[in-house]
């Protein structure tokens, strides 16, 4: 390489050499970096004075003690004012008469890199023949031939300024084509809008901060381009920014669930007026979720210290419950009205039991047990539950549930599921004041989603409630019991599903609590082949003998480009892959992939990446998560489904 650099040096050299023109290239600290012969012989130079990282300084020493420019008084003051002017680094055109007789041109030029490069001509020919000119044309008036010599030297000047704004267009040109590559690939939009909001400026990153929005906008007007929704939001931070006033916001995104935040700054020109303004607009929903979750896991600890120490007392309490509920269930001739009331209230003294089970470890992250659940039943036991608590009778509150879902098995977590809407109820039975009504509906949403949403007939939520819903121990029961845990547990479910809460307050009145989370149907695996994808040898053994012990063949790859090729295969049963693996492809990329190209069998993602982890949870939302490390029990819970509906 250094061979190769010399060589390239000495041709460059060489091919200066056998330019007329006087060249010199110092850098930014005015160290000679070359010259040509030229330069050497015009100005008479010694041999170190062209030697790489010569002074500039020492080279006009010696040109002016040489008589290069004439008499001058204090050389050192000389001296030290053309190395000034060197340092200015503006770029000049100049024409001066040297001691000899002779006369140069002097052009200098700033480089982009930093330093200069001066090319020195020697125009005595030209000069010359303006002489012989002004010899020859006697009849001609002085001002004439002055004008004429003017007008030359200006062509000249003005020659050698074209090239330098020539080079500076290149450069400009050049820097903003680095400036729009760099904005290109900045994971945010940036935008600038005029004073009546029009764009006129997008790196056209708009839609991975708001999906769905038109990606080429400029000349597009903000309330179009960002859609009503968000120009609503917005507006008001934009008439701010056009008073000169900049802001810095978040907002959610209702459709898609996305948290952003937007950064408007006025473009103020040089009068002082606000000529437009600049956007910048970014996603944080990951960094939302991670900030949610670090405050919740805090408050959690917090909540952990205060809880455990109950969970004793509130055992005995239901264990005495439980025992006079089996007494009841043994008298023979109970009425059946009776027997189902024994049957709800036994039913939930268990679940309060399986609850005081974890409630000592209350500061670690619930587990989710997903297992496939009879939708019909798991809804009977619910509403069952709720009525009991509502006590319509008593209350004067109406309980309707509504069932959409076609799918007569999901796989959810039946416990953790009943526990999140049992809360729900019970917070909406604590706002309606008296009578009043309760609605569940139960659908499937177009984007494979299984929401539940519920409304009751109360005052709505709060400023202060929607801000701190999911808190714990943060209730507005004034006056009455709370634990201000109810809304928390919804929020565990939602977040450990993928999922997540909208709360909000319903258009005709009362609060609206929409609960998200995949829609996953339960889906009965034969033995077949097997497409295993992970790239640690050991884990691969592990859960093949995992898979045959089940009766699958297995086939497996240890990257997800490989796996790509293979997960085609007709006989294919379902593909089971690492999350991370070796190569540019997750396990989740290779899932995507196949379910492109029209790959419709189970795909189950394993990983030891924690719940929180922005990876996961985007996988989470689409495919079923096995966590490291796990059993073959745990294994064939997840996989090797079979119809568990007579168990259920």
């Given at each position: 390489?250094?061979?190769?650099?010399?060589?390239?040096?000495?041709?460059?050299?060489?091919?200066?050499?056998?330019?007329?023109?006087?060249?010199?290239?110092?850098?930014?600290?005015?160290?000679?970096?070359?010259?040509?012969?030229?330069?050497?012989?015009?100005?008479?130079?010694?041999?170190?004075?062209?030697?790489?990282?010569?002074?500039?300084?020492?080279?006009?020493?010696?040109?002016?003690?040489?008589?290069?420019?004439?008499?001058?008084?204090?050389?050192?003051?000389?001296?030290?004012?053309?190395?000034?002017?060197?340092?200015?680094?503006?770029?000049?055109?100049?024409?001066?008469?040297?001691?000899?007789?002779?006369?140069?041109?002097?052009?200098?030029?700033?480089?982009?890199?930093?330093?200069?490069?001066?090319?020195?001509?020697?125009?005595?020919?030209?000069?010359?023949?303006?002489?012989?000119?002004?010899?020859?044309?006697?009849?001609?008036?002085?001002?004439?031939?002055?004008?004429?010599?003017?007008?030359?030297?200006?062509?000249?000047?003005?020659?050698?300024?074209?090239?330098?704004?020539?080079?500076?267009?290149?450069?400009?040109?050049?820097?903003?084509?680095?400036?729009?590559s760099t904005n290109a690939m900045i994971p945010a939009h940036i935008a600038r809008v005029d004073t009546d909001g029009y764009y006129t400026y997008t790196n056209q990153k708009l839609y991975t901060v708001i999906p769905g929005s038109p990606k080429n906008i400029v000349g597009m007007h903000m309330e179009k381009a960002l859609g009503a929704?968000?120009?609503?939001?917005?507006?008001?931070?934009?008439?701010?920014?056009?008073?000169?006033?900049?802001?810095?916001?978040?907002?959610?995104?209702?459709?898609?669930?996305?948290?952003?935040?937007?950064?408007?700054?006025?473009?103020?020109?040089?009068?002082?007026?606000?000529?437009?303004?600049?956007?910048?607009?970014?996603?944080?929903?990951?960094?939302?979720?991670?900030?949610?979750?670090?405050?919740?896991?805090?408050?959690?600890?917090?909540?952990?210290?205060?809880?455990?120490?109950?969970?004793?007392?509130?055992?005995?309490?239901?264990?005495?419950?439980?025992?006079?509920?089996?007494?009841?269930?043994?008298?023979?001739?109970?009425?059946?009205?009776?027997?189902?009331?024994?049957?709800?209230?036994?039913?939930?003294?268990?679940?309060?039991?399986?609850?005081?089970?974890?409630l000592g470890q209350f500061n670690s992250m619930r587990t989710l047990s997903l297992k496939p659940v009879n939708v019909d039943v798991l809804i009977d036991q619910l509403t069952r539950l709720i009525r009991a608590a509502l006590n319509s009778e008593e209350s004067g509150i109406e309980l309707e549930v509504c069932n959409e879902i076609d799918?007569?098995?999901?796989?959810?977590?039946?416990?953790?599921?009943?526990?999140?809407?049992?809360?729900?109820?019970?917070?909406?039975?604590?706002?309606?004041?008296?009578?009043?009504?309760?609605?569940?509906?139960?659908?499937?949403?177009?984007?494979?989603?299984?929401?539940?949403?519920?409304?009751?007939?109360?005052?709505?939520?709060?400023?202060?409630?929607?801000?701190?819903?999911?808190?714990?121990?943060?209730?507005?029961?004034?006056?009455?019991?709370?634990?201000?845990?109810?809304?928390?547990?919804?929020?565990?479910?939602?977040?450990?599903?993928?999922?997540?809460?909208?709360?909000?307050?319903?258009?005709?009145?009362?609060?609206?609590?929409?609960?998200?989370?995949?829609?996953?149907?339960?889906?009965?695996?034969?033995?077949?082949?097997?497409?295993?994808?992970?790239?640690?040898?050991?884990?691969?053994?592990?859960?093949?003998?995992?898979?045959?012990?089940?009766?699958?063949?297995?086939?497996?790859?240890?990257?997800?480009?490989?796996?790509?090729?293979?997960?085609?295969?007709?006989?294919?049963?379902?593909?089971?892959?690492?999350?991370?693996?070796?190569?540019?492809?997750?396990?989740?990329?290779?899932?995507?992939?196949?379910?492109?190209?029209?790959?419709?069998?189970?795909?189950?993602?394993?990983?030891?990446?924690?719940?929180?982890?922005?990876?996961?949870?985007?996988?989470?939302?689409?495919?079923?998560?096995?966590?490291?490390?796990?059993?073959?029990?745990?294994?064939?819970?997840?996989?090797?489904?079979?119809?568990?509906?007579?168990?259920?």
């Amino acid at each position: 390489m250094e061979r190769h650099s010399k060589k390239v040096s000495e041709m460059t050299r060489s091919g200066l050499n056998l330019i007329k023109q006087a060249i010199s290239i110092y850098d930014q600290d005015l160290r000679l970096l070359v010259a040509n012969r030229r330069f050497k012989n015009l100005f008479s130079l010694p041999d170190h004075l062209i030697e790489i990282g010569a002074s500039f300084s020492e080279t006009i020493h010696y040109l002016v003690q040489a008589g290069e420019y004439g008499d001058v008084e204090d050389i050192d003051v000389f001296v030290q004012e053309r190395v000034n002017q060197a340092k200015a680094f503006m770029p000049h055109y100049i024409e001066r008469k040297r001691a000899n007789g002779s006369t140069i041109s002097i052009e200098g030029s700033p480089l982009r890199q930093g330093g200069w490069v001066t090319v020195y001509t020697d125009i005595s020919d030209v000069k010359r023949q303006e002489e012989l000119l002004r010899g020859r044309s006697q009849g001609l008036s002085e001002q004439l031939i002055r004008r004429s010599e003017q007008l030359a030297l200006t062509n000249r000047e003005l020659t050698s300024t074209i090239i330098a704004l020539e080079q500076a267009q290149l450069e400009l040109i050049e820097s903003e084509s680095r400036l729009q590559s760099t904005n290109a690939m900045i994971p945010a939009h940036i935008a600038r809008v005029d004073t009546d909001g029009y764009y006129t400026y997008t790196n056209q990153k708009l839609y991975t901060v708001i999906p769905g929005s038109p990606k080429n906008i400029v000349g597009m007007h903000m309330e179009k381009a960002l859609g009503a929704e968000v120009y609503k939001i917005v507006s008001s931070k934009f008439d701010d920014a056009m008073q000169g006033k900049a802001s810095a916001f978040e907002f959610p995104l209702k459709e898609s669930g996305k948290q952003v935040r937007l950064s408007i700054t006025p473009d103020i020109n040089d009068d002082g007026d606000v000529s437009g303004a600049y956007l910048l607009s970014m996603d944080i929903t990951e960094e939302t979720n991670a900030r949610q979750a670090l405050t919740h896991a805090r408050r959690r600890e917090l909540a952990a210290q205060l809880t455990s120490g109950l969970a004793h007392d509130f055992a005995n309490l239901l264990t005495i419950i439980l025992g006079q509920q089996n007494k009841l269930e043994a008298i023979e001739d109970l009425p059946s009205n009776i027997r189902e009331i024994v049957a709800t209230t036994k039913d939930a003294a268990l679940r309060g039991g399986t609850l005081l089970d974890g409630l000592g470890q209350f500061n670690s992250m619930r587990t989710l047990s997903l297992k496939p659940v009879n939708v019909d039943v798991l809804i009977d036991q619910l509403t069952r539950l709720i009525r009991a608590a509502l006590n319509s009778e008593e209350s004067g509150i109406e309980l309707e549930v509504c069932n959409e879902i076609d799918a007569p098995q999901l796989m959810l977590d039946q416990g953790f599921m009943q526990d999140a809407l049992l809360n729900l109820a019970l917070n909406a039975k604590e706002a309606i004041s008296g009578a009043g009504s309760i609605k569940l509906k139960f659908f499937k949403s177009h984007e494979d989603w299984l929401e539940v949403k519920l409304t009751d007939s109360g005052p709505g939520f709060s400023e202060a409630a929607l801000k701190n819903a999911f808190t714990p121990f943060f209730t507005t029961k004034k006056g009455k019991v709370g634990r201000g845990l109810g809304l928390t547990t919804v929020f565990d479910f939602a977040k450990m599903n993928g999922g997540r809460v909208i709360l909000d307050n319903h258009p005709n009145g009362g609060a609206e609590v929409t609960l998200r989370i995949p829609y996953s149907q339960v889906k009965i695996i034969k033995s077949g082949l097997v497409l295993l994808v992970e790239d640690n040898p050991d884990i691969r053994e592990t859960i093949r003998g995992y898979l045959q012990k089940m009766g699958h063949t297995v086939l497996e790859a240890d990257s997800a480009e490989e796996a790509e090729h293979l997960g085609a295969l007709p006989d294919l049963s379902f593909v089971v892959s690492d999350l991370m693996l070796q190569g540019d492809l997750t396990g989740y990329d290779l899932a995507v992939k196949l379910r492109k190209t029209g790959v419709d069998i189970p795909i189950y993602i394993i990983t030891g990446l924690p719940i929180s982890d922005p990876i996961r949870m985007q996988t989470a939302n689409k495919f079923p998560i096995l966590s490291k490390p796990f059993s073959f029990e745990q294994m064939v819970e997840q996989i090797q489904i079979k119809d568990m509906s007579e168990n259920i």
